[in-house]
């Protein structure tokens, strides 16, 4: 099968559709590595099940190139392949990755080139050295060899009906060392068909205004030539130096989602993506996929097992938080004011954070997405306001748990009943041999006109207290059988204060559907949790709609 190259500005071989809007801008075709360069990241492991749920996903997003992996490198980017074959993606170009032929041995009879073909995709994107340092010292060949062997690869896969992207290796470097030599691998592997020329800053050293000067270069020696920028994150600048190339005339843009790669990782799209599409006018995805960024760099990062980067550009949790009281008040104004873009263009979502530094517009704007509404001119706003800065004083912190200032606005407004009252808890935990390390705590507990003692066990004192209060409150709220710690993390507060120091318990809870959180500070670690735990049910409760069976005679004391 033949299939042809694409004409500058045209669409790859498949055809993709753009909607007409999106045609009016330059067209940049992007490239997505994350399931090759991606994988080299230390610490991440995709299973074949991943790679295929991440190419569908980048489909979705209409990556117009998804290179799959090194089939030959290891079986699972051979069964990934195969598996494309069964059931192809609907709108990108899976691209098989490998390296030039080694030296002396034509490139027919070369064993990591025939995997590729056996991959079966249309595209093939293979990679040959640029810099005379990694000839010589490197593939210990000559710098004929090494011309003859970009060449020959790329006339080999042409010959078997593939179109070839040929990633130009360490091409900054070996541009800055030896010109006339790096250009001749370029312009060998362009007379030999390759579609695409992708120079790649292989160990991310080169800076924008070095890569914006080089291709600007490359595009007189070369001006025929569609380029490409495939840049690394070693000086922190990858997403810059692939900004600067594009502005230099490169078209194709390689990068990963969440800047996954080797080393320090590659340039990342979900940063470049908006910064070309939104920030420059170049097309990239429509704006419906666009959409798709945020989910797509969460889903991806769940697959790669690695916590979401929260202060990422654009996608990341922080990316469109808001703390300080004036900034909230002016964003509740006009979001322009402290946004960048807007936040839905790129799927992601407004946060208004709770801590010492809000104001009353933060108050105004937690209280509203609870429910409540409040008048900033309400006594009761202030009052909160006030509660909040002297609990976080005291060393509470509301920004991750969101249910115990819930519960904090309630108190103020005197919207909170009682569930329960906890008469009395006593924990015991025996030294005894370790193996019958046990935790063991009994509860009182009042509802209504009736009292109850409980007795738990549990691996922690914690976990027991925990027990034995819900299997109490379970009698009178079968709900409470639903609910179940999901975290408990503790922070010491004033470390130099030794085992008298301050301690924040954050305690994360779950029924299955919905996540809370709640805090606890004190001296005492066990007081913090039984803070934290308690609030924990009073809350889920609360989101269950439950009706308290006693009132709580309140304002709270702070
Ligand atoms: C810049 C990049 O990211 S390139 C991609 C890097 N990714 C990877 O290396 C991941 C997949 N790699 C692998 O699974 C293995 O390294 C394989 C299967 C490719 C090769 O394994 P081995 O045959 O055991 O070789 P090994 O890894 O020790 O060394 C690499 C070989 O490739 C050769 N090589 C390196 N670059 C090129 C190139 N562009 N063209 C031809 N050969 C090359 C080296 O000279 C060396 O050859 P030698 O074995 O004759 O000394
Ligand atoms: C090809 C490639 O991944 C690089 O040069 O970084």
């Known amino acids: ?61 209409r990556i117009p190139f998804i290179e799959g992996g090194w089939p030959g490198a290891n079986p699972k980017d051979v069964q990934f392949f195969w598996q494309l074959q069964e059931e192809p993606l609907e709108f990108s170009e899976v691209v098989a990755f490998c390296s030039t032929r080694r030296p002396d041995m034509s490139a027919e009879e070369d064993p990591l080139l025939k995997p590729i073909l056996a991959a079966g995709t249309r595209w093939v994107a293979i990679f ?45 470097d070996g541009y800055l060392a030896n010109p006339d030599y790096a250009i001749a691998t370029l312009k060998a592997a362009h007379e030999a068909g390759a579609a695409w020329l992708a120079l790649c800053d292989t160990n991310g050293g080169t800076l924008p205004h070095e890569v914006a000067r080089i291709v600007a270069e490359v595009r007189e020696w070369l001006p025929a030539a569609q380029l490409g920028i495939h840049t690394h994150n070693d000086s922190g600048t990858a997403v810059a130096n692939a900004i600067a190339a594009v502005q230099g005339g490169a078209r194709m843009v390689q990068g990963t989602i969440n800047g996954y790669g080797e080393r320090c990782g ?123 800065k002297t609990l976080e004083n005291q060393g509470y912190q509301f920004e991750a748990a969101e249910a115990s200032f819930d519960l904090l606005m309630r108190t103020a407004l005197g919207q909170r009943s009682s569930f329960f009252v906890l008469k009395d808890c006593r ?75 301050k301690t924040r318990v954050l305690v994360e809870s779950s029924d299955g559907h919905q996540r809370w959180t709640t805090v606890g500070v004190s001296g005492n670690i066990l007081e913090a949790s039984y803070q934290a735990v308690v609030e924990a049910i009073e809350y889920g409760l609360i989101l ?12 709270l004391e702070v």
């Open 1 to 61: 099968m033949v299939f042809s190259a694409p004409a500058p500005d045209a669409a790859p071989s498949n055809g993709q559709a753009q909607p007409s809007s999106h045609q009016a801008s330059p067209q940049l075709w992007l490239y997505d590595t994350t399931l090759r360069d991606g994988a080299q990241s230390e610490g991440l492991s995709f299973s074949i099940e991943d790679k295929l749920r991440i190419a569908r996903k980048l489909d979705r997003l």
């Open 427 to 501: 924990v015991h935990y025996d030294f005894g041999e370790p193996s019958d390390r046990e935790s063991l705590a009994t509860v009182k507990v009042t509802v209504g006109d009736r009292t109850l003692l409980e007795v738990a066990e549990g691996n922690g004192p914690v976990a027991a207290m925990d027990a034995a209060l819900r299997r109490a409150l379970v009698q009178f709220y079968p709900v409470v059988a639903q609910f179940h710690l999901t975290d408990y993390k503790v922070r010491i507060l004033d470390g130099g204060a030794g085992t008298s120091a």
């Open 266 to 388: 590659n340039a990342n799209l979900c940063t470049l993506i908006p910064n070309l599409q939104l920030k420059l006018g170049l097309n990239c995805i429509p704006a419906a996929q666009l959409a798709e960024l945020t989910a797509t760099s969460r889903f991806v990062s769940e697959l790669a097992n690695l916590a979401p980067d929260d202060r990422a550009p654009y996608v990341g949790l922080s990316a469109f938080a808001h703390k300080g009281g004036i900034h909230v008040s002016a964003v509740e104004r006009n979001p322009q004011t402290y946004e960048h873009i807007a936040p839905d263009r790129v799927g992601n979502q407004r946060r208004i954070v709770i801590s010492d530094q809000s104001g009353l517009s933060n108050v105004l704007v937690k209280a509203r997405s609870f429910g409540l509404d409040l008048d900033k001119q309400d006594p009761a706003c202030r009052q909160i306001l006030q509660t909040l």
């Open 544 to 555: 269950h709609g439950i009706q308290t069976l006693q009132p709580l005679p309140l304002p």
């Open 128 to 172: 040959g050295k640029s810099w005379d340092l990694h000839v010589t010292e490197g593939l210990k060949t000559t710098l004929d060899e090494n011309i003859a062997m970009i060449r020959d690869s790329i006339a080999f896969l042409i010959s078997q009906g593939r179109q070839v992207i040929y990633d130009a290796e360490h091409w900054f």
